[in-house]
C-alpha cells in the first residue's frame, strides 16, 4: 500500500528538478485519485515560472477532481502573477492537502488556513526531505541576509601559509576535495582582492582530477583593486561579481540580489576579519593540518582583542577527520548580532519575499 | 577453573603494589601448586630491593618446590645484587615457568632459553596487562633516553596567549583536569624559566576541586634564570628540579638520571622549539579550545622554516572531544631523531640496564 509518506517521498523528488540555486526553494506537488493513483506531478522551476500546485493542476487536468494534493510546502494564498494556489487547488476540486513544511514567511502564510476554512480537509505531515527543501532559503530568510560560512585551513599553529607566502599544499588532496565539495553546496564563494591577487584562485568547484563539477557557486572577488586581465577570476565560466566595497553588509546585500542564501569566505584573514567584526559570520570552518611551521601569516587578523576575558568564543558542533586532516565546525556561541543599522534589510529581506515569489 | 590468564592477571595485579616512578618496571609474581593453588605471590617493590621472583619465593619457602611460577616479566638471567632470578627459582624447584613479555633488554635476556636449557618447560604467554606494566620503561630504553610529549593549548588561530600576556583559560575545565591526569601519569613535567616566572605554575597533579593528586610527577624547571623565593615551583609539595641549561639533551640525561621514563613539555615556546630542533619530541600533544583571539603569542617558536615544502610534518593518532575543547595526539611522521653526538647514551643508556637492576 502506498502511504503518505511514499507520496511525500515522490513530491520531494519531483521538486528536485527545480533549480538549487534560485530566488525561490524547490517545491513538489503530486496528485493523487481516490483510488491511489498518481494522476499529475509537478515542480516549481524557477522565478517566473509556474508554482509547484499549479503545473501539477495543469497536467492534471478534469482528473484533478477529487484528488488528493501532496505538496512539499504549504500552498501559498498571496496573489502573486498567477494567484494564490490556495484558490487554485479548490477550484479545480481538489478534496484533500497535504503538506510537509509550514509556510514560513509572514506574506505567503494562511494557506492551510484559508483552505480547512473553506472545508477542504488539510493535514499537516512533517518529512525531513521537504524540510531540507527548503533549509537554507528558511535560514537566509531568517536572519534577513545570506547565511555565511568562514572558512580557514592551516596548520597546528594556526598560520595559512609559510613566512615566504608559500601554502600549497598546507592541507591534504582529501580536505581540499572536502572544500571543493563545500563550494558546489553553497551558492557564493567569496575572496577579497588581497587574496586573488596573490592566489590567483579560480574558485571553482572541482573533483580530485581537477574536472569543474556539475554545480558551481557564484565567485566574487571583493576590495576596490582591479584584477589583472588573464586572471582566473575574470575568466571561464564566466568572469566573477567584482564588488568594489569592503562593507560587508554591501556585499551581503549585493549577493541577496543574486539570490544567494548561503556564502562561503575563502580568503584571507582581512576579508574574514571584517564579516567577523560585522557580526556577520554565521559558521566558522577550520580544516587544520598536521603540521607545524613555526612562522608565517595566520589565519585571523587583529580582532581588537586584547585579553584573554574579551576572546571570541564559539561553539565546536562537529568535528571530523578529513584523511590526516581534522575539519572542525563551529558556531558563534551568541548569534551573529548586526550592530550596525542596516536600513536595507527592512524592505529587502523582512518581511521576506514569499517561497514562491514570482 | 583458574586458567593460565587468570593467574597472569593476579600477577600484574600483584606487580601494581610496586612503585610506578622507579628505575626498574613494575614485576609481579604468582606461585601455584600442582593442584592450583596460589602458594605464594611477590612484587618488586624498586630498585635496590629484592625481585619479584625472589619475594615470591621467599615468601613460599619449600613449597615452592615442584610450583608454576607466573611471572609478568621474562626472568632476568644477570647478576645483580642478589644473584639471577632463573638460578633462584630452579634452586627452589620449581617445576615449571609462565613468562607474559620477553625481557627487552640485552643485559637481562636469555633467562626463558637458559633455563629450558636446564631442563625446565617454559612458556611465552603474551598478556596486555603485563605489556601496560612495561610499556614506559621498554620504549624509553629504546628511544635511549625518555619519551617526551609537548603539550600546546591554544586558540583556532594557534595563539596561546591574549595580546596583554592573558591565557587564564584559554581551555575549558575539562581540559584542564584532561591535563592534570596527564601530570598524574608521567614521570617529569617541565617549563622553561621564561613560564616559570611568567605564570608561577605549581606544575602538580590536581583534581578539579584543586585537590592534589595521589601521583605527582617530578617537577622540573629548565633554564639559567633564578625563580624568586616565594615560587610556587620552590615551595611543596618539595623544591622544583632546576636544570640551569638550554640543551634539551643534557635535560633529558638529566631526568633519566632521576628515573624518569616519561616527560611532558609544558611550555614555553621557546622550551617546546629547543625539544622539537634537537629531534627530542616523540608526541605533540595540541589541545584547541573552540575561541579566536586574532593577537597574541603562538605557541610554537621560529623553527627555521621559511617555505611549505619545509613544513615540519605529524601524523595525528587520536582525536578526542575533551569538554567543548578538542584534543588532538600527533607523533612526528619520522622518528624523533637525535642530530646531535650523545656521548652519554652510550654508557648510560645503551645497552639499556636491566629492568631489575638493583
New interface residues.
Partial sequence: MTSTDDYLDRAVARALRGPARDRNPRVGCVLVAPDGQVVAEGHHAGAGTAHAEAAALAAAGGRARGATAYVTLEPCHHVGRTGPCTRALLEAGVARVVYAVPEPTQRATGGADWLRGQGLPVEHVPHAGAYALVADWARAAALGRPHVTWK?A??????V????G?????TSPEARADAHTLRAQVDAVVVGTGTALADDPALTARDTEGQELADQPLRVVVGRRDLPPGSRLTQAPSPALHLRTHDPHEVLRALAQHDARTVLLEGGPTLG?AF?AAGCVDE?L?Y?A??????GP???????????????????VD?A?VG???R?R?VPTAPAVDPAPDPAREHTLVPTPSPQED
Fill in positions: 580557514i592551516g596548520s597546528l599553529d594556526g598560520r601559509a609559510a613566512a615566504d608559500t601554502s600549497r599544499w598546507i576579519g567577523w566558522l577550520v587544520v598536521p603540521v607545524l611551521l613555526g612562522a595566520t589565519g585571523v587578523p587583529d580582532l581588537g582583542i586584547t585579553t584573554i576575558g574579551d576572546a571570541a568564543r564559539l561553539r565546536l568535528l577527520r590526516p586532516d581534522v572542525l563551529l
